[in-house]
């Protein structure tokens, strides 16, 4: 039985690419390799829940995504939670799009009654990219230093949208945005 469910928006190759040399810097140096060992892509998570019924939403994301189009994302901000899971991140800049599509998923899932968890709620949410969990402490400083490294920001788009369950991560379906494949 999976641990929970989640809504990820994707990056177009370009942005995942990149995105994914950070991820692979960092496993080289020892920093972490949870994500590369998790078989993640890079991603924002949009919503997440401890229970679904992934055929539920099959045709709700498919429709959704059908009606959207890429969205313009710049990863321009490296970031840290102050959680004990030790999370590295890039942060988006939080565009009228961004935040708009955002709002208009949650309402979607209102209205078939889902349950919007209180950090993911449209007022609450902070849209990330992780690129390290449970960092050690002792090496965060570190950690921080190497991404400061990379030429940030990072532009491209996001141009999937997809669910997955986790712990083991396994996603159900993906479908882009306009409904093209890119």
Same mark, same amino acid.
């Not at 969205?71 to 840290?80: C, E, I, Y």
């Given at each position: ?18 995105? +994914? ?5 960092? /496993? ?5 390799? !949870?994500?590369? &060992?998790?078989?993640? *892509? ?47 991140? +890039? ?5 009228? /799009? ?5 709002? !208009?998923?949650? &309402?979607?899932?209102? *209205? ?71």
């Amino acid at each position: 039985m999976p641990d929970g469910y989640a809504v990820e928006l994707y990056f177009d190759p370009a942005l995942e690419n990149q995105v +994914l040399k950070i991820w692979n810097v960092l /496993a080289r140096r020892q920093v972490s390799t !949870q994500l590369i &060992d998790n078989e993640e *892509r890079p991603h924002i998570t949009v919503f997440s829940t401890p229970m679904l019924e992934p055929s539920k939403l099959h045709s709700l994301i498919k429709n959704f995504a059908a009606k959207q189009r890429p969205l313009s994302v710049t990863l321009a901000t490296v970031g840290s939670f102050s959680t004990d899971e030790n999370v590295l991140f +890039l942060a988006p800049t939080p565009t009228a /799009a961004l935040l708009t599509f955002h709002e !208009q998923i949650c &309402d979607m899932f209102r *209205r078939e009654g889902l349950d919007i968890g209180q950090s993911y709620q449209p007022d609450s949410w902070f849209p990330h990219c992780a690129v390290a969990l449970n960092v050690v402490k002792s090496r965060m400083g570190e950690a921080f230093s190497m991404l400061r490294e990379f030429k940030l920001p990072l532009t491209g788009h996001v141009y999937d949208i997809g669910l997955v369950e986790y712990h083991p991560v396994r996603e159900h379906y993906a479908f882009p945005l306009g409904g093209e494949n890119k």
